[in-house]
């Protein structure tokens, strides 16, 4: 069992940045492969940011250049800096692991969820 705990959320202005953290437990966490999804209001669950056991990074398209996604092995903990935010970026931001190591994209292979944390963009 891996738990997820989310922290780093709040309400900020258009083009301010935020730093989200996800601590995890296990003793395995380098090899799990770690991803960022966001819910919007009246939203599917979406892919956001992922980074594979072997540090390969994705994102999507809508925050490729303004959001960063890192990890640090020593602490069990994900981060996704978030740069340049805009009011669409307003979601509830969930942490996700997968076993498989691989990048997460999808739902399918995320193994273990966090319970949210809430952003919020004004403009």
């Known amino acids: 069992q891996v738990q997820l705990v989310e922290s780093g959320g709040g309400l900020v202005q258009a083009g301010d940045s935020l730093r989200l953290s996800c601590a995890a437990s296990?003793?395995?966490?380098?090899?799990?492969?770690m991803g960022w999804f966001r819910q919007g209001p009246g939203k599917e669950r979406q892919f956001v940011a992922s980074?594979?056991?072997?540090?390969?990074?994705d994102y999507a398209d809508s925050v490729k250049g303004r959001f960063t996604i890192s990890r640090d092995n020593a602490k069990n903990t994900v981060y996704l800096q978030m740069n340049s935010l805009k009011p669409e970026d307003t979601a509830v931001y969930y942490c996700?692991?997968?076993?498989?190591?691989?990048?997460?994209?999808?739902?399918?292979?995320?193994?273990?969820w966090g319970q949210g944390t809430q952003v919020t963009v004004s403009s």
């Open positions: 996700a692991a997968g076993l498989s190591g691989r990048i997460i994209r999808d739902h399918g292979r995320v193994d273990y």
């Open positions: 980074i594979s056991w072997s540090l390969s990074t």
């Open positions: 296990g003793r395995t966490f380098s090899s799990y492969a």
